[in-house]
């Protein structure tokens, strides 16, 4: 009998700071579900805080944007899962992205989000230096991201992983930009 086997992206293992085991990998269309979950189950603290939105996700909203997530990497965006193994089973406990800018090609907009349970572990640094290495093979050189005022986490994350970063505030909201010239990259 025919089986199909979907394909994985080769991973790499990184350990967290309390010594946990988390593959990192390129997000594949094969990931929905367990993307789907962790969107699904985020606080509403970190939706806010990753989508500016503090309405509740349904589920078909949650599948509609892991969908989004997990496409194929092209030219243009890429997506990497941090996941776990649970027994038999991987759950996904972050992703970050990295989608080209429409008017400005050498520019990238990031976007992290880690799991509840999992934050400060040094996860979401992990993802943002894997996804130097990414952003610039397809000649992408500067990042761009917009974060909350209060989201000390998310700003320190683009100075530790992408080096001095250009602050620029609209209001609630600062748009950090750095140059991966400066960055770290693992992988
Ligand atoms: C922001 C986020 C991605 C950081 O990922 P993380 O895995 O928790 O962060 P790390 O453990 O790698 O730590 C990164 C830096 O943030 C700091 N940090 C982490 N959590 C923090 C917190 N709650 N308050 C202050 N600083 C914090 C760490 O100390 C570290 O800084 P340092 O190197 O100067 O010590 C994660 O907290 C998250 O998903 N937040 C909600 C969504 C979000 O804010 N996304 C970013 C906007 S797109």
Request: charged fraction near 25%; charge should be positive; include cysteine.
């Amino acid at each position: 009998m025919h089986q199909c086997v979907p394909h994985t992206p080769k991973a790499s293992v990184f350990h967290t700071d309390h010594g946990e085991r988390v593959h990192i990998r390129e997000a594949v269309p094969h990931d929905i579900p367990l993307l789907t979950d962790l969107l699904f189950r985020l606080s509403d603290d970190t939706r806010w805080l990753r989508y500016f939105s503090a309405g509740p996700l349904s589920f078909e909203r949650a599948w509609q944007e892991a969908t989004r997530m997990a496409q194929r990497r092209t030219h243009d965006r890429a997506a990497l899962v941090a996941t776990i193994r649970r027994g038999d089973a991987e759950e996904a406990i972050a992703v970050a992205e990295v989608v080209r800018d429409q008017r400005t090609a050498t520019v990238g907009e990031l976007a992290i989000v880690v799991r509840d349970d999992y934050q400060t572990h040094g996860v979401g640094s992990a993802l943002g230096s894997q996804l130097v290495r990414i952003a610039r093979a397809t000649g992408i050189t500067t990042v761009r991201a917009e974060i909350q005022l209060e989201n000390r986490a998310a700003q320190r994350l683009m100075r530790r992983v992408f080096g001095s970063s250009m602050a620029t505030r609209h209001g609630s909201v600062v748009e950090m930009m750095a140059q991966l010239s400066n960055a770290i990259s693992n992988g």
